[in-house]
């Protein structure tokens, strides 16, 4: 009985201890997962730190420059110490990052071969100034029975050592400073960092290592740095499978000892690979040119403050994406816009990371461009049309739009599609700008080099003076005759006779420009236009159909798909042959971006309210139908063409159609007669009608409605304004 | 200046104002000189002692401004007016229009419609009205209504007939219209190439591509700015080497857009965008 008593109340001890056991499981699990959450909240805060950082750095810089000599001394330094105070806070920030990405666990460790020697070599080069300034020792010893070469990350460990190296000869007004390096028990190696310093109390070892905290509040007020040091030191040491220990009292100098694994073990470095989100979330640094990043950390420039943070922090990202307001700070970078020196050579950087733009801007300048700065995408596409920049630098993720619209924007627009464009993004959306017209794709972190040979290529867009044109007649003599028409020095001149040879041409060489006839011997014009647009290797350049017999309406309208100018042979025709060539291959309508593209375009960036819906629109301008059809055909939108308000009428009799986009000035039957003709029909009350008109008085709008329509719209259209427009109006 | 005149100017100002206020007609950039007389003009027709009774029957009655409207505007026009202008368009324009498998032409300011309509008739004779549209506007609906028609008094057409043999005119010009009554009336047939519709140089925009754009006698009743801004549709409107017409005494120099146009038959005020 009493034994059964018993048995129970074990029982239940039991069971309470299991719960206890739980609870605490789920605390511990809490706990990590809080410091989990703190040291990414730390990692994503640091970067919204920065941004506002450098611009600070920038303009603190420019004021401390002091170009336009409107400061006085001491303006200049109170300038100066915002910048070095900016800096300061700048390589804590780093500090922060890098120590909440370590605790994170989101270091990717990388083990590789690593010999001694040129480790201990660079060490030496990297302070022997410092200390020789301060009238120091310092010694460098490789100890026998030291392995010669480690397996560890080279990075981090150097990382590590810098940083001892430089707090003892921070903390060392006298004496030595020596690195010994040995070997250990259990394949281990041992670096000795030891100083005749300062020194540091027995109750103060542990604290030194702790973040946040220094061995004496007034250690840091005299030393400065951020106290971060030892603690990043320290958790690194421990990824590599090591520790650190310090011997120290006050007054004698200090001692810290790295003890780690000679080789890494392999479930270090694999235990360790940075998640992908972390490295999505931060871009890696922008551009990692010696001396011509402004964001590069202190220790890049001999200062006479080592702070504590490694040199090699560097290595940490430095430009974090910029917030909504990225684009004012850019705004005050010092560009070319008012100062123009080099006439026609200008590019325009259209990046939000002020740091980054301004190295853009000092690469550019470097390469003899002036260059000018935008910030957002409205300011971008604001800029290209007013300066016709070039050439353009473009980054994707903008403030207020994405890049790739801005590089479709740019390329619809007459005024400024020639221009070639070069991304320059830490998102990979080289495919997609490619075939929005770009002229190449550059992925950051963009490094010196790759930035060079962007605007190199651009360079040579420029250079190419040689204009190739592509002449498609099977008239030997006329070819011959149109050869001499349009010779000229600069245009480089290929004649063929067939569709067949056409294609070759194409495919071989890429033109500026095309002329072809309509009748050929092994095909029309049409098919070399159709074949030419199915094929994807095969360049389509600007084509210009020179035909002897006048067109039908629907011949016309079947080659405006492909061709912007079409000229019948008659008297005046050759003249106006050669206005037209010489038009594509010399003014700003010579880099049409390829037919091709936009095709190709159709199949993707479909709009899900769009896609798939039948459009009528009831126009009678060409340029409107062809700018219109291209806007609506990419986001999946059917659209078909009525030439006046009868047509309209015919075609909406045939069912079918999901919204009309109605002209008011057409011949036959105006839009809006036609508009209160569809009115008129019970089932097209329902119908979405939108009225594109010039008129652009309250009442117009007012008579547009009355007769029938949704929704009203004025020319010139405004594309982006009608998409919207249309997706309002589309029915659910 | 004289007081009287400068306080009549004044008041034709605020009329002005107050009657693009009502009815968004905009008669504020017309050249002053043109506009006092087409006031007295139309005081005397609505038999109005002073300004201030004008400016009370046009705002406060629709109808009246409506009818008052073709005092505001010039609406004196002839078929082939300055016959040397057609020939010119014949012998220097239409060979390079019809390397075009499709054109249009712009009469801007058509009035009554005897300009929109004699280029109908040359069209037809170079064989290239099928192919053509052309858009004639104004801003007066009356005016509009009797281009629209295409019937003129049977008296005016042994001047216009002179005027297209002069212009170089193939045929007849009687070829080309039905009389009837005391009316001359233009062949339907013509009528299907073009559209007669309201828009302001003012205050609209540009709404289609054109190849031709004929605008005589208009500018002149504009100020400078006002000018500019039709030249401007004008340019925008224009395909690349597009051609323009003007007036007799309209010119493109000086203007904002005078780089953007070169002399094409000088003679003429023959212009073509540059590119």
Known sequence: ?732 | MDDETALFDLEVQLLLEAIYRRYQHDFRDYAVTSVRRRMRHAMVHLGCAHLGELQHVLLSDAARFRQALQFFTVQVSEMFRDPPYFCALREQVVPVLRTYPSLKVWVAGCSTGEEAWSLAVLLAEEDLLERSLIYATDINPASLEVAEAGIYPRERMAGFSRSYHDAGGRRSLSDWYTAAYDGARFDPALRRQMVFADHSLATDSVFSEVHLVSCRNVLIYFNRGLQDRALGLFRESLVPRGYLGLGSRETLQFGRHAEAFEPEVAAERIYRRRT
Not at chain 1, 282 to 287: C, D, S, T
Request: aromatic letters at 4%.
């Open chain 1, 1 to 732: 009985m009493q034994l059964e008593e018993q048995t129970q109340a074990l029982e239940r001890q039991k069971a309470v201890l299991v719960q206890a056991q739980d609870e605490l499981q789920a605390h511990s699990e809490r706990l990590e997962a809080a410091s989990r959450y703190k040291s990414e909240f730390l990692a994503n805060m640091s970067h919204e730190l920065r941004t506002p950082l450098n611009s600070a750095l920038i303009l603190s810089r420019l004021l401390a420059d002091n170009r336009e000599q409107t400061l006085n001394t001491e303006q200049v330094r109170y300038a100066q110490a915002i910048h070095d105070a900016n800096n300061d806070l700048l390589t804590l920030i780093n500090d922060i990052l890098d120590l909440s990405k370590i605790e994170a666990g989101r270091v990717e460790l990388a083990a590789e071969e690593l010999p001694l020697e040129p480790l201990l070599a660079r060490l030496r080069t990297t302070f022997e100034p410092l200390s020789r300034q301060k009238g120091l020792q310092l010694g460098f010893e490789l100890r026998p029975g030291a392995p010669s070469v480690l397996r560890s990350d080279a990075q981090r460990l150097q990382q590590i050592l810098t940083n001892l190296l430089a707090n003892a000869v921070k903390f060392t007004d006298s004496g030595e400073v020596m690195l010994r390096v040995q070997g250990a028990a259990g394949d281990r190696v041992r670096f000795e960092v030891s100083d005749t310093g300062v020194g540091i109390a027995a109750h103060q070892h542990e604290a030194v290592f702790e973040a946040f905290r220094q061995a004496d509040g007034s250690t840091s007020r005299r030393y400065g740095g951020t106290g971060l040091g030892l603690s990043i030191s320290r958790e690194l040491a421990r990824r590599l499978g090591g520790d650190i220990t310090l011997v120290s009292e006050p007054g004698r100098g200090s001692c810290f000892t790295l003890e780690l694994p000679a080789v890494l073990p392999e479930a270090l470095a694999e235990s360790v690979d940075a998640p992908q989100t972390f490295a999505c979330a931060i871009p890696p640094v922008p551009f990692a040119a010696p001396g011509a990043a402004l964001n590069a950390s202190p220790p890049a420039r001999p200062a006479p403050r080592l702070p504590a943070a490694p040199p090699l922090s560097s290595s940490a990202p430095t430009a974090a994406p910029s917030p909504v307001n990225g684009h004012r700070a850019v705004a005050l970078i010092d560009d070319d816009r008012e100062r123009r020196r080099h006439g026609e050579r200008l590019i325009l950087a259209v990046e939000d990371d002020p740091a980054f733009a301004q190295a853009l801007l000092d690469l550019i300048h470097e390469r003899d461009f002036d260059g000018v700065v935008a910030g957002s995408a409205a300011d971008a596409i604001e800029l290209a049309r007013e300066l016709r920049p070039c050439g353009i630098l473009l980054d994707i993720a903008l403030p207020d739009a994405s890049g790739l619209s801005v590089l479709e924007r740019l390329k619809r627009d007459p005024a400024t599609r020639h221009i070639p464009v070069h991304m320059v993004s830490a998102l990979d959306r080289s495919h997609t700008a490619l075939e929005l017209g770009a002229i190449g794709h550059l992925l950051k972190p963009a490094t010196r080099d790759g930035l060079v040979e962007a605007l190199g290529q651009i360079e040579r867009r420029l250079r190419r003076s040689v204009r190739r044109l592509l002449i498609v007649e099977d008239d030997a003599a006329l070819r011959e005759n149109l050869r001499l028409l349009l010779g000229d020095a600069g245009v480089e001149i290929t004649g063929v006779g067939t569709v067949a040879d056409a294609m070759a041409a194409l495919a071989e060489l890429s033109f500026d420009c095309m002329v072809t006839d309509l009748a050929l011997p092994d095909g029309s014009g049409y098919d070399l236009l159709e074949r030419m647009a199915a094929m994807e290797s095969v360049s389509f350049p600007p084509v210009i159909v020179y035909t002897g017999r006048a067109l039908t309406r629907d011949e016309e309208q079947r080659l405006r798909r492909y061709s912007k100018s079409i000229i019948v042979k008659g008297a005046r025709s050759p003249e106006r042959l050669l206005d037209e060539v010489t038009l594509f291959l010399h003014s700003v309508e010579a880099a049409l971006p390829p037919e091709r593209q936009r095709m190709l375009r159709q199949a993707r960036q479909r709009d899900s309210v769009l896609d798939g819906r039948r459009l009528l629109l009831a126009e009678d301008d060409v340029r409107n139908i062809f700018a219109l059809t291209s806007v609506f055909e990419p986001l999946g939108a059917r659209v078909e063409i009525a030439r006046n308000g009868r047509e309209a009428l015919e075609r909406l009799e045939r069912g079918d159609i999901d919204m009309v986009l109605m002209d008011v000035m057409m011949p036959e039957m105006d839009g809006l007669a036609a508009m209160r003709r569809i009115r008129e029909r019970p089932e097209w009350r329902e119908l979405p009608v939108i009225a594109l008109t010039a008129k652009a008085m309250p009442d117009d709008r007012e008579r547009c409605l009355e007769a029938g329509a949704n929704d009203y719209i004025a020319k010139p259209i405004d594309v982006d304004k009608l998409v919207s427009l249309c997706r309002v109006w589309t029915p659910k």
